[in-house]
């Protein structure tokens, strides 16, 4: 019998499936080995050695192996065709090797980038060695990780500036507070527009001001009202007369885009299905497990030549002739470094949309498909024609501009985000030509104001960190998620991220005494010796001592700042935000305002504390100033203040607390055992079940279905008394699905 092991169960059970008898599959569930969770795991003194361990939970899985290997006459390692999938491979030969299985047992590695019958069968015949450079890049990059976490994390816990620093996740959050340190500091400039409307004969179109008594109209010429009244004074009345001067007429084609990588499929997936990362690698890994699609962790945009002459086959046979281009499209890969997979994301087979998919699933393998198929497809074809008009007082000379798609060609299948907004702005002019009167009847003046750049959403946010070379495939999902997790950004209903009080602080801090470690081009060189080490450009152990030397300095020459200082640099960089007009005097006494830290996470105090106790939580009223004069009057003169606008009193009901805007029952307190820890804890707690969510209609029992994210036993979704349990919100089609299940059982 030949053992093949791979990463997941359900990838297992579908392996299994083509290989038949003699073959048994099972599935390590992902890594089965880390490093040991403590200091010195990484031996900084000893070539980096590193100490492992078998993940807590993990030892189930081992012992499955290990039974299975006892019956086995060879072991396929068939873990995922990446870095961590070659390290996965790594760690389970090591653990067998260590634990005397292997005697007398042939070692294989196989890797597919698809699972198909033909791939496996393919990667079988094709066994290789399990690849050094690529372990090595993985040890390096693990290395790289646990030295900043154990570094750096006890820096920031010692201090309660933050939960943890990650090598990438720190850059992503400080190009989001920088970005919004762009919108704060952002001043609107006005300018105006000018456009008209122009009749030529009974067709009547729009036309922009271009030129004005022979200067060029650029974006910001015009600058104020006046400036516009004084040129409609000198345009004239409606009505004016005007004449085509120049008409352009040509013939344009837009090319079909690459097909995916797994970045643009995460922003593309983001901006057609609104999917956060998370949930679009959660479903693309689905549907590569059934054998739907290519590996979905790849930065390479080519596709396999049987792969083209089949989509091209189908494209002939479902649209005609005249959408294939003459010869095959090709792609070449922007990424430096394309190593993690040979191919783009892509179906495995292309004679149909796969059939009984639903949720996510099915509506992330439509936008595969779709973008696959698309991308072989000939140009789509459009006539554009732009004409110039001259008032006849030669004042104004007003731009028009047309197009019309005269064929449809990869745009039959799918449009990207862009192609649909030049589609709206394509309008189409009536028939001109130089010489042709034209009446303007109407001037359209129009005011407005520059923007600040956009807030990230984590479809730019992944772009702009694959256009710096920060993070490979295999982490953007991880890093959008982490963020968020750590409470260092938030995202508002239109899934754009900003920074909370907590991202703000970690990012300054950073900023200041971790200068490297938040810096692009240091971040992204850092990702180019790991590709280099992946290639066997570089050794694993001169990557890591380049590294760690700087790094290391960094550490050491962060233990020794005094508390105060961290402060005051945090409070330099946060002042503009904390206090936008200047207004950082305290209402109390005077003395200056500035950023706090606790335990709780950083609050605005007085200089003179403890003298002064004003202090006022970020971002929101000041908790003091929501307690009404009559109820301020009811306080008794025993109440105890906590600290941080929080006191503990007795009330007619018992003892609580209040910040003066929420009172929580503290009845297993009193004066001397309260602490303001225990009552800041007790007021973050209090109140914390959220509103349900509707979802929607059930069809089956006319009935609403809402999620509950939190309930005695976790999340959960719920219908006319009916109640299943649930990670997280579940899309429509499937709440109904899990809702109408629980009613058959009943």
């Given at each position: 019998?030949?053992?093949l092991?791979?990463?997941?169960?359900s990838?297992?059970k579908?392996?299994?499936?083509?290989?038949g008898?003699?073959?048994r599959?099972v599935a390590s569930?992902?890594?089965v080995r880390?490093?040991?969770p403590?200091?010195?795991s990484?031996?900084t003194?000893?070539?980096?050695?590193?100490?492992?361990h078998?993940m807590?939970?993990?030892?189930?899985?081992?012992?499955?192996?290990?039974?299975?290997?006892?019956?086995a006459?060879?072991?396929?390692l068939?873990?995922?065709?990446d870095?961590?999938?070659?390290?996965?491979?790594w760690?389970?030969?090591d653990?067998l090797?260590?634990?005397?299985?292997?005697k007398d047992?042939?070692?294989y590695?196989?890797a597919?980038h698809?699972?198909?019958?033909?791939?496996v069968?393919a990667?079988?015949?094709?066994p290789?060695?399990?690849?050094?450079?690529l372990?090595d890049?993985?040890l390096?990059r693990?290395a790289?990780?646990y030295?900043?976490?154990?570094?750096?994390?006890?820096l920031?816990?010692r201090?309660n500036?933050?939960?943890?620093?990650g090598?990438?996740?720190?850059v992503?959050?400080?190009?989001v507070?920088?970005r919004?340190?762009e919108?704060?500091?952002?001043?609107?400039?006005e300018?105006?527009?000018?456009?008209s409307l122009c009749?030529a004969?009974?067709a009547?179109?729009k036309?922009i001001l271009?030129?004005?008594?022979g200067?060029k109209?650029?974006?910001m010429?015009?600058?104020?009202?006046?400036?516009?009244?004084?040129?409609?004074g000198?345009l004239?009345?409606?009505n004016?007369?005007?004449c085509?001067?120049n008409?352009?007429?040509?013939?344009t084609?837009r090319?079909p885009a690459?097909p995916?990588?797994?970045?643009?499929?995460?922003q593309e997936?983001a901006?057609?299905?609104y999917?956060?990362s998370?949930?679009?690698?959660t479903?693309?890994q689905?549907?590569y497990?059934?054998?739907?699609?290519t590996?979905?962790?790849?930065d390479?945009?080519?596709?396999?030549?049987?792969?083209?002459?089949e989509?091209?086959n189908?494209?002939?046979?479902e649209?005609?002739d005249?959408?294939?281009?003459?010869?095959?499209?090709?792609?070449?890969?922007?990424s430096?470094n394309?190593?993690?997979?040979?191919?783009a994301i892509r179906?495995t087979?292309?004679?149909?949309?796969?059939k009984?998919l639903s949720?996510d699933e099915?509506k992330?393998?439509d936008?595969?498909?779709?973008?696959?198929?698309a991308c072989?497809?000939?140009?789509a074809?459009?006539?554009?024609?732009?004409?110039d008009?001259?008032?006849?007082?030669?004042?104004?000379?007003?731009?028009a501009?047309?197009s019309?798609?005269?064929f449809?060609g990869f745009?039959?299948?799918?449009?990207?985000?862009?192609?649909?907004?030049?589609?709206?702005?394509d309008?189409k002019?009536p028939?001109?030509?130089?010489g042709?009167?034209?009446?303007?009847?109407?001037f359209?003046?129009?005011?407005?104001f520059?923007?600040?750049?956009?807030?990230y959403?984590?479809?730019?946010?992944?772009?702009?960190?694959?256009?710096?070379?920060?993070g490979?495939?295999?982490t953007y999902a991880?890093i959008m998620s982490t963020?968020?997790?750590r409470e260092?950004?938030e995202?508002?209903k239109q899934?754009?991220?900003?920074?909370?009080?907590?991202?703000?602080?970690?990012a300054?801090?950073?900023?200041k005494?971790?200068?490297?470690?938040?810096d692009?081009?240091?971040?992204a060189?850092?990702?180019?010796?790991?590709?280099?080490v992946s290639?066997?450009k570089?050794?694993k152990?001169?990557?890591?001592e380049?590294?760690?030397g700087?790094?290391?300095?960094m550490?050491?020459?962060?233990?020794?700042?005094?508390t105060?200082?961290?402060?005051d640099?945090?409070?330099?960089?946060?002042?503009k935000?904390?206090?936008?007009d200047?207004d950082?005097?305290?209402?109390d006494?005077g003395?200056?305002?500035?950023?706090?830290?606790?335990?709780f996470?950083?609050?605005?105090?007085?200089?003179n504390?403890?003298?002064?106790?004003?202090t006022?939580q970020l971002?929101?009223?000041d908790?003091a100033?929501q307690v009404?004069a009559?109820?301020a009057?009811?306080v008794k003169?025993?109440?105890?203040?906590?600290?941080?606008?929080i006191?503990?009193?007795v009330?007619k009901f018992?003892?609580y607390?209040?910040?003066?805007?929420?009172?929580?029952?503290?009845?297993?307190?009193?004066?001397?055992?309260i602490?303001?820890e225990?009552?800041?804890d007790l007021l973050?707690n209090?109140n914390k079940?959220?509103?349900?969510?509707?979802?929607?209609e059930?069809?089956?029992?006319k009935k609403m279905?809402?999620?509950?994210?939190?309930?005695?036993y976790g999340?959960y979704?719920?219908?006319?008394?009916?109640?299943?349990?649930?990670?997280?919100?579940?899309d429509?089609e499937t709440a109904?699905?899990?809702i109408?299940?629980k009613?058959?059982k009943?």
């Open positions: 019998m030949n053992l092991i791979v990463e997941s169960p990838k297992a579908t392996i299994e499936k083509y290989l008898a003699g073959w599959v569930v992902g890594h880390d490093l040991v403590e200091n010195g990484v031996d003194e000893n070539k980096f050695k590193m100490k492992w078998i807590p939970g993990k030892e189930k899985q081992i012992k499955l192996i290990t039974d299975e290997l006892k019956k006459d060879a072991v396929y068939a873990s995922d065709p870095r961590e999938g070659e390290a996965i491979a760690h389970l030969l653990i090797k260590t634990k005397k299985l292997l047992k042939k070692v590695r196989v597919f698809e699972i198909t019958k033909k791939a069968q990667a079988i015949e094709n290789r060695e399990i690849d050094k450079n372990v890049a993985y390096v693990r790289l990780d030295l900043i976490g154990f570094g750096i994390s006890p920031l816990w201090r500036l933050g939960k943890s620093a090598r990438v996740q720190s992503a959050v400080k190009l507070v920088d919004e340190k919108i704060e500091s952002f001043k609107p400039q300018y105006w527009s000018l456009e009749t004969e009974s009547q179109f036309a271009n030129k004005f008594n200067q109209i650029e974006k010429t015009i600058e104020n009202k006046q400036q516009i009244d004084d040129m409609l000198e004239g009345t409606p004016v007369a005007a085509v001067i008409v352009d007429k040509k013939k084609s090319k690459a995916f990588t797994t970045s643009t499929l995460q997936a901006r057609k299905l999917f956060s998370k949930r679009t690698m479903a693309a689905h549907l497990e059934q054998g739907l699609i590996y979905m962790r790849t390479a945009t080519n596709l396999n030549a049987d792969a083209v002459t989509i091209r189908f494209i002939g046979r649209y005609g005249n959408f294939l281009p003459k010869s095959a499209n090709v792609y070449a890969t922007k430096k394309a190593q993690e997979a040979h191919e179906p087979h292309f004679d149909a949309p796969a009984n949720g099915a992330l393998y936008l595969i498909w779709k973008r696959t198929i072989q497809m000939a140009n074809e459009f006539d554009s024609v732009a004409a008009i001259e008032t006849d007082n030669h004042v104004g000379v007003f731009h501009v047309g019309t798609r005269t449809d745009m039959r299948v799918y449009t990207e985000d862009k192609d649909d907004d030049d589609d709206k702005k309008t002019l028939p001109l030509n130089v042709d009167k034209i009446v303007i009847t109407e359209i003046p129009e005011q407005h520059t923007q600040p750049p956009a807030r959403t984590e479809a730019s946010l992944v772009k702009k960190l694959e256009e710096l070379g920060i490979r495939p295999s991880t963020i968020v997790d260092y950004v995202q508002d899934r754009r991220f900003h920074p909370t009080n907590g991202g703000w602080v970690i300054s801090y950073l900023n005494y971790f200068t490297d470690l938040v692009v081009n240091f971040t060189k850092t990702e180019d010796t790991l590709d280099d290639n066997g570089q050794d152990l001169t990557a890591l380049n590294f760690w700087p790094t290391n300095k550490i050491d020459g962060a233990r020794g700042i005094k105060s200082d961290i402060i640099e945090i409070n330099e960089f946060m002042h935000h904390l206090f936008a200047d950082d005097k305290c209402p006494c003395a200056k305002l500035g950023i706090k830290l606790s335990k996470g950083p609050f605005i105090g007085c200089e504390y403890p003298n002064c106790k004003y006022k971002g929101k009223v908790a100033a009404d009559a109820a009057a009811q003169s025993d109440a105890v203040e906590l600290g941080d606008g006191e503990f009193r009330g018992g003892p607390v209040t910040d003066g805007a929420k009172n929580v029952a503290a009845k297993q307190y009193t004066a001397e055992t602490t303001l225990i009552a800041r973050a209090a079940k959220a509103e349900p969510v509707k979802i929607g059930n069809p089956q029992t279905i809402f999620f509950y994210p939190t309930g005695r999340a979704i719920s219908s006319d008394r009916i109640n299943v349990s649930v990670k997280s919100q579940p429509l109904i699905k899990l109408n299940n009613i058959k009943k």
